[in-house]
DNA sequence: AAACAAGTTTACGTTAACGTAAAGCAATAG
DNA sequence: CTATTGCTTTACGTTAACGTAAACTTGTTT
């Protein structure tokens, strides 16, 4: 049958600890079967966590990713109004990353000009009194883009 | 001088408890002045306010934003060194805020797909037998784009 | 057989970000 | 004057998401 999975496996490869994993099992995001005693995740828990990593990383909640799961489930024999429900659900997800895109490069301008400030003053340094030995200056980022912002400011 | 504001105003400009701002002061997040002991804040720590606010919906901890605007506020009389590990700061999150463009994207086609799923499925019910009644059909989102995703499923 | 690794359950501890009183000062309205 | 409204401090309570420890089973290695 289709790949099959350890908590320890799982733990190794997504970074997280067994507690966690067992803990997302309590709280109803993963239904490992059981060999003996021993827990067996499937290749769809495996996604699951995946997904479920995600959804944190994004701010979500456990309750609310456990929601989004059971309905995704329900839909499979859903009923009208189950589908309408989810996808009301659907759209209330996509709104929220819609906010976050905007956060997010309302933030990444933010830190475009704090960057560029930083800059600015390292030069200045540079050419006042070039006395802190330099490790090594990082060409990291910055590529000549142009400057796109200049209105969001943090002072 | 420039404009000043009560708590309350803040709190209901940005739908927070006065409990929150407040918090927020504790964490040293803002720094209002006083008129006796009633607090006074600044178009300074509006913004801040904003930028906390942003921050918490892109999972940033108080922590967080504290530790950038304490650098930010170095930043202006700040050494080499203190310019460098501002730059340093500024790129982590920049490479935070990268990863959780990609998030968003992935949980996007997930949610597109699976609004496709559900459209579908509602397509064969009112085929075969559309009997519980159709409060409205929403024309919300959808918009004809094609089918852009596939490879991404949750089952 | 003894020990070790990997898994398990049970349960108490911890941190962040507030909520929720309780109790008191200050100004203004009636 | 006193009542209400808005602000204040102090402090204990709460929830989510695990961490950590103890004590036990099961399988494997030496």
């Known amino acids: 049958m289709s790949k099959t999975y350890s908590i320890s496996e799982l733990a190794s490869e997504f970074d997280l600890t067994t507690r966690s994993i067992r803990f997302y099992e309590d709280q109803e995001l993963l239904h490992p079967t059981r ?3 021993t827990r067996v995740y499937s290749s769809k828990d495996r996604v699951r966590l995946k997904l479920t990593i995600r959804g944190k990383r994004l701010g979500f909640s456990l309750a609310e990713i456990r929601e989004l799961f059971e309905l995704w489930d329900e839909t499979r024999s859903g009923s009208k109004k189950q589908l ?3 996808l009301s ?4 997800r996509k709104a929220a990353l819609d906010q976050q895109m ?3 490069t309302m933030v990444q301008l933010e830190l475009e000009s704090a960057e560029i400030r930083c800059r600015q003053a390292l030069e200045e340094l540079n050419e006042k009194g070039p006395h802190e030995t330099q490790t090594e200056d990082e060409r990291t980022s910055t590529s000549e883009k142009t400057a796109t912002s200049s209105s969001a400011t943090m002072h």
């Open 35 to 37: 060999r003996g005693q």
């Open 84 to 86: 309408h429900l989810m």
């Open 102 to 104: 905007k956060d997010i």
């Open 89 to 92: 659900k659907i759209a209330e």
